[in-house]
């Protein structure tokens, strides 16, 4: 069974940090590309950070670049995200996500967390 586990949200105060984690299980998290996503309240989901299986290369939303930073460590199968200088109109629900295409496309969301930036 694949599990992504999200951890780090919380209340932060803008222009604080935050680093959010990912621990995948039940799957071959190595050859995975994984991403971060958020969903702001009441907008929809939006892409914010991926990292290539290898961890060779990232991509950032305009957004969140020169703030944000997306690691992974696949002999420990976590992916992070690491939030600086954060702004309120960074609250959002972030959500791990893990993309392969091995012939067919396969995909896994986390559950996740909570993070809200408010003075």
């Known amino acids: 069974q694949v599990q992504l586990v999200e951890s780090g949200g919380g209340l932060v105060q803008p222009g604080g940090s935050l680093r959010l984690s990912c621990a995948a299980s039940?799957?071959?998290?190595?050859?995975?590309?994984m991403s971060w996503y958020r969903q702001p309240p009441g907008k929809e989901r939006e892409l914010v950070a991926t990292?290539?299986?290898?961890?060779?290369?990232?991509n950032y939303a305009d957004s969140v670049k020169g703030r944000f930073t997306i690691s992974r460590d696949n002999a420990k199968n976590m992916v992070d995200l690491q939030m600086n200088s954060l702004r309120p109109e960074d609250t959002a629900v972030y959500y791990c996500?893990?993309?392969?295409?091995?012939?067919?496309?396969?995909?896994?969301w986390g559950q996740g967390t909570q993070v809200t930036v408010s003075s």
């Open positions: 990292i290539t299986s290898t961890g060779g290369s990232t």
């Open positions: 996500y893990a993309r392969r295409r091995l012939g067919h496309l396969t995909t896994y």
């Open positions: 039940g799957l071959t998290f190595s050859s995975y590309a």
